[in-house]
C-alpha cells in the first residue's frame, strides 16, 4: 500500500511539473506568483462550488433528478480543486474545473436545450484559464479554444427547444447570463489588481538598487535617453554630474565588506537628501553615483553641488572609522547637439580632473579649474 501511495503522489507529482509553468524557485516573485494564483483559483473554487449548489435547488425545481444529482458531484469537485489549489497544484485545479464545466455544459444544454443558456459558462471559463498562467501557454490557448469550440457545437447541436420547458426558458436564461459573468467579473477584477500590484513591484524591483534603493543604472540610462532626446530638440536644458566617493577602497579593505555596504547606504542617503525634489540621483555603480538636473542651469547646480561636497565629511559618519569620508564630483551641462556617449566622455574627464587634483572638490565645464572645497579634511 506505501508503494502504491508513493507510486501516485509521485505520478500526480510529475503531471503537475509538466503541467505547471517552469518558475524557478529561487526567483523573487515566485512566492509571491504562487500566492496570487492561490488566491484567485480558491475564489473561483468558491464560486464554483456556490453556483452548483444553487443548481442543485434550481433542478430540482424544474423536475430535472439527473442534472440534480449530477451538481452534487460538481460541488464536490469544484470543493476538490480547493485542496489542490492548498498544495499549489493550480494546473490540477485549472484541468478540474474546465473539464467539470464541459460536462456540465454538455448535459444541461442536451437535456435542457441551449435556449436555457448553460454553455455561456465555457465563455468565463475559457478567459480565466487563458488569462491566468497556471499552464503553459500553448496548453492553455488549445484549452481555451476548445471551450469556445464546445460552446458553438454545443449551441448549434441543442438549438431545438425542449417540449415542456417553454416557461422556464426566459428565467433560465436570465439566470445564467448573470450566475455566467458576474462572478467571473469579479475574479478578473481581483486578478487584474493583483498583477497589476506584481507588476508594480517588480518595476521597482527592476528599477531600483537593492543596496542603496536609489535608482539603478538601467533606469538611469532610460532616462538620459530621454532627457537628451529633448535636448536635441532645443526645447529643455538639463546637467549631469558624475560623483565617486574617494578612498572607498581602503573602508572596504580595513573594515570589510559589510561596513562599506554601510557606508554606501549612509553616503546615498546623504546624497539624495541634499538634492531638490525634481532632480534624479541613482547609483551609478559601485561606489559612483549620477545626479540629473533637469530644467537647470549649471551656474547654481555648481554651488549646490560645493555645498554638498564641503558639509559631507560632518554629515556623514561611519563606526569605527575616523577619516573623513568625501566625495569627487564632475558637473557638465549638456549641449544641445551632444551624444551621451560624448557627454559622459566629458563629465568622466572632469571626475577624473577632481580627482587627480586632490579629490574632496567639484570639477565642471562652467568654472576651467576644479574648485577644492575649503571645509579641511580632519
Wanted: proline share 3%; charged share 15%.
Amino acid at each position: 500500500m506505501r508503494n502504491k501511495a508513493g507510486s501516485y503522489r509521485a505520478w500526480l507529482s510529475s503531471i503537475t511539473m509538466r503541467l505547471t509553468m517552469n518558475i524557478h524557485p529561487a526567483s523573487a516573485s515566485f512566492a509571491n506568483n504562487i500566492k496570487q494564483k492561490s488566491f484567485i483559483f480558491n475564489i473561483a473554487s468558491c464560486c464554483g462550488a456556490s453556483v452548483h449548489l444553487v443548481f442543485i435547488f434550481l433542478f430540482v425545481y424544474i423536475e430535472q433528478d439527473f442534472l440534480a444529482w449530477f451538481n452534487i458531484a460538481s460541488v464536490l469537485l469544484w470543493l476538490s480543486t480547493l485542496y489542490f489549489n492548498k498544495c499549489q497544484q493550480h494546473a490540477i485545479s485549472a484541468s478540474i474545473m474546465c473539464g467539470e464545466i464541459i460536462a456540465h455544459a454538455f448535459l444541461a444544454t442536451k437535456l435542457l436545450g441551449a435556449d436555457a443558456g448553460f454553455q455561456y459558462y465555457l465563455w468565463p471559463m475559457a478567459l480565466l484559464i487563458v488569462a491566468v498562467p497556471v499552464l503553459p501557454t500553448v496548453s492553455s490557448a488549445l484549452l481555451g479554444i476548445t471551450n469556445m469550440i464546445a460552446f458553438g457545437v454545443f449551441s448549434v447541436l441543442f438549438s431545438q427547444p425542449i417540449p415542456g420547458l417553454a416557461p422556464h426558458y426566459f428565467g433560465l436564461y436570465i439566470f445564467n447570463t448573470i450566475f455566467a459573468s458576474v462572478p467571473f467579473i469579479i475574479i478578473a477584477a481581483i486578478a487584474r489588481c493583483l498583477f497589476e500590484n506584481q507588476f508594480l513591484k517588480i518595476s521597482q524591483l527592476a528599477e531600483h538598487d537593492e543596496l542603496t534603493k536609489l535608482y539603478n543604472r538601467r533606469f538611469a540610462q532610460r532616462l538620459l535617453q530621454y532627457y537628451f532626446s529633448r535636448a536635441r530638440c532645443g526645447t529643455k536644458t538639463f546637467c549631469i554630474a558624475l560623483v565617486d566617493v574617494d578612498n572607498f577602497k581602503k573602508i572596504n579593505d580595513e573594515l570589510g565588506h559589510d561596513m562599506g555596504d554601510e557606508a554606501l547606504i549612509k553616503i546615498s542617503h546623504y546624497l539624495s537628501n541634499s538634492l531638490r525634489e525634481k532632480d534624479i540621483c541613482c547609483r551609478w555603480g559601485g561606489e559612483e553615483f549620477l545626479f540629473v538636473f533637469p530644467n537647470t542651469q549649471i551656474e547654481m547646480i555648481h554651488k549646490r553641488l560645493e555645498e554638498i561636497c564641503q558639509k559631507m565629511p560632518k554629515d556623514v559618519n561611519i563606526d569605527q572609522w575616523h577619516t573623513p569620508i568625501s566625495c569627487s564630483f564632475g558637473l557638465i551641462q549638456v549641449q544641445e547637439e551632444e551624444t551621451l556617449k560624448e557627454a559622459f566622455k566629458r563629465v568622466d574627464c572632469l571626475l577624473y580632473q577632481a580627482k587627480n587634483n586632490g579629490r574632496y572638490q567639484v570639477a565642471s565645464d562652467h568654472i576651467q579649474d576644479s574648485t577644492r572645497c575649503e571645509e579641511a579634511l580632519i
